[in-house]
C-alpha cells in the first residue's frame, strides 16, 4: 500500500545478532502496530503505539522492543535474534478502528 | 480460548460456487474488519463493518451485533479469490483480535 511501506522486505540473519525492521507511513495515523504471522497461529501482536513515544506491548512481546520518535516511523528491534523468531513480520496503521486499518507488505526474517 | 474463531479452516469449492466464511467473536467491539491474503502476498482489507451489511463487487459482508457473528459471502467464486480470509474484531480501545484465517481455494 503506497501509504505504509515496511523495509526490508526480507533478512536472513544469525542468531544472537540484533535486527531493526522499519515502518514507514505517509498517512499521519495516529496507531501503529507490529505483528508477526505464523502457521498455525494468524496473527499476533507484538508492540503497538497510540502516538509518538506512546507504546504498549501486545501478546507476544518478549524478545522485542519497539520505538517511535517520528509519527511516521515505528521500529521493531529484536535485540538478541533467536530462531523461535523467524517468522513474518507486518505492520499496520489505523486512525481508529472504525476508519479502517492498512497493512505494510510484510517483512520475512529469518534467523539461522 | 480465542476471542474470534473462524469457520471454516480450510473451503475447497468448484469455480461458480457460493461460499460463506463465518466469524463469531466474543469481545465487545466498535468494528469488524475482513481481510484478504494471497500467498506470498500483503494483506488488504475489504470489508469494515459496524452494523447491517456491505457489498462490494461478488462479496458480501453481514453482521450480526446481537449474535456476535459475521459472514462473509462470495458469488460466483473465481480461482482468483483463492486467499486466505481473516476476520478481525476491533475493540474500543482500537485493539484488534484476529481470527486463524479460512484459506480459500477455488477450482477451476
Known amino acids: 500500500d503506497a501509504g505504509i511501506t515496511q523495509s526490508p522486505r526480507h533478512k536472513v540473519t544469525e542468531t544472537g545478532t540484533p535486527v531493526t525492521l522499519r515502518c514507514h507511513q505517509t498517512?499521519?495515523?495516529?496507531?501503529m502496530y507490529w505483528y508477526r504471522q505464523d502457521p498455525g497461529h494468524g496473527l499476533r501482536l507484538i508492540h503497538y503505539s497510540y502516538g509518538v513515544k506512546d507504546t504498549d506491548k501486545g501478546e507476544v512481546s518478549d524478545g522485542y522492543s519497539v520505538s517511535r520518535s517520528k509519527t511516521e516511523d515505528f521500529l521493531l528491534t529484536l535485540e538478541s535474534a533467536t530462531s523461535s523468531q523467524t517468522s513474518v513480520y507486518f505492520c499496520a496503521i489505523s486512525e481508529t478502528a472504525v476508519y479502517g486499518y492498512t497493512f505494510g507488505s510484510g517483512t520475512r526474517l529469518t534467523v539461522v | 480460548k480465542n476471542e474470534v474463531e473462524q469457520s471454516p479452516q480450510n473451503l475447497t469449492a468448484q469455480e461458480g460456487e457460493f461460499i460463506t466464511i463465518n466469524c463469531s467473536y466474543s469481545v465487545g467491539i466498535s468494528a469488524l474488519h475482513w481481510l484478504q491474503q494471497h500467498p506470498g502476498g500483503g494483506i488488504v482489507s475489504l470489508f469494515m463493518l459496524s452494523s447491517g451489511k456491505k457489498k462490494h463487487g461478488r462479496l458480501i459482508a453481514t453482521i450480526n451485533i446481537q449474535e456476535k457473528h459475521s459472514s462473509l459471502h462470495i458469488t460466483a467464486s473465481h480461482p482468483r479469490d483463492s486467499a486466505v480470509y481473516i476476520c478481525a474484531a476491533a475493540n474500543t480501545g482500537n485493539q484488534f483480535y484476529f481470527g486463524t484465517g479460512t484459506s480459500l481455494t477455488v477450482i477451476p
Open positions: 498517512e499521519n495515523h495516529r496507531y
